[in-house]
C-alpha cells in the first residue's frame, strides 16, 4: 500500500468516565503516503487538532488506529513511542512554543540532543536549517528579540531537525499577518520540495489550502475528500 501513516476506524471521546461524553473522531478512515502533501480544514471544534494530535502520538484514540509504515503506533512501548515523536515526526503549531531563554540555534538543537545527537552535529544541522529558513544571522538572538514570523521560522528549523519522515503543522500561520503568513507557507513547501518529507496540514484558511495536493474537511466526526487537485 506504500502508506507513510494512515487511521483505521479512529474515534476519540472526552470525557468517557465522566458521563458526559463528548464524541470528537467517529470512525475516522485516512492515509498519506510518503512525500504526500494534504490540507485537513474545518469549523473550529470539529476535532482538526485532536486529529493532528493523534497522528503524532500526543493523545491515545478511544478507539481505532493508527498506523505508521504498517506498525501500530499505540501497541508500542513507551520507549519507542517516543523514538517516533522524537525522530519520524516534526510539529510545527500555531504557537511556536520555543524556550525563551535559548537562542534560537539552541531552540533548534533542542531535539537533536534531546535524541541523542552529539552537540556538534546538532548545532551543524540548526545552522544548516537556519540558513534555510533566513536567519543565519539571527542565530544567536532569543526569541524576545525576533518577530513573529521569525520565532515560526525557527519552529519550522526546529521540526526539521532530526529529518522526519512526516511533518504535522496546525494552523501554523495563525498568529501571523497575511503578508508574513503567505512567506511562512512559501517557506514550508519549498522546504517540502527539498526534503520530501509526507506533510498533514490543518488551516481554517481555504487559501493556503488551495496549495496542497488534497484537502480534506472534517466534519461531523468524519474526514470527506473535499478536493484532489490534478
Known amino acids: 500500500m506504500n502508506n507513510l501513516i494512515e487511521t483505521i476506524q479512529l ?21 498519506l503516503k510518503a512525500g504526500e502533501r494534504v490540507a485537513i ?3 473550529s471544534g470539529a476535532g ?6 493523534l497522528l503524532g502520538a500526543l493523545e491515545t484514540p478511544s478507539e481505532g488506529k493508527v498506523m505508521f509504515r504498517g506498525r501500530d503506533l499505540f501497541a508500542l512501548k513507551e520507549k519507542e513511542l517516543a523514538y517516533f515523536r522524537n525522530q519520524k515526526v516534526g510539529f510545527v503549531f500555531q504557537f511556536h512554543y520555543l524556550m525563551l531563554e535559548f537562542t534560537a540555534i539552541e531552540n533548534v538543537m533542542m531535539p537533536g540532543l534531546i535524541g541523542g545527537l552529539g ?4 548545532r551543524l ?5 537556519l540558513e534555510e529558513v533566513g536567519l ?4 544567536d538572538h532569543k526569541p524576545g528579540q525576533l518577530s513573529g514570523g521569525e520565532q515560526q521560522r525557527v519552529a519550522i528549523a526546529r521540526a526539521l531537525l532530526m529529518r522526519p519522515d512526516l511533518l504535522l503543522t496546525d494552523e501554523m500561520t495563525g498568529n ?3 503578508a508574513t503568513g503567505n512567506q511562512v507557507m512559501a517557506l514550508i513547501h519549498r522546504l517540502h520540495e527539498k526534503y520530501g518529507m509526507g506533510m498533514v496540514s490543518v488551516t481554517h484558511d481555504e ?24
Do not use: M, W
Not at 482538526?48 to 494530535?53: D, E, I
Not at 552537540?119 to 546538532?122: L, N, Q
Not at 544541522?125 to 536549517?129: D, I, K, M
Open 11 to 31: 474515534k476519540k471521546v472526552f470525557g468517557r468516565n465522566s458521563g458526559r461524553e463528548l464524541p470528537i473522531l467517529q470512525g475516522v478512515d485516512f492515509q
Open 41 to 43: 480544514l474545518g469549523k
Open 48 to 53: 482538526k487538532s485532536t486529529l493532528l494530535h
Open 119 to 122: 552537540k556538534k552535529e546538532a
Open 125 to 129: 544541522r540548526a545552522q544548516t536549517l
Open 136 to 139: 543565519h544571522e539571527r542565530a
Open 176 to 178: 501571523l499577518d497575511s
Open 207 to 230: 487559501n493556503l489550502a488551495r496549495l496542497y495536493s488534497t484537502q480534506f474537511e472534517l466534519r461531523d466526526g468524519q474526514l470527506f475528500v473535499k478536493k484532489t487537485n490534478s
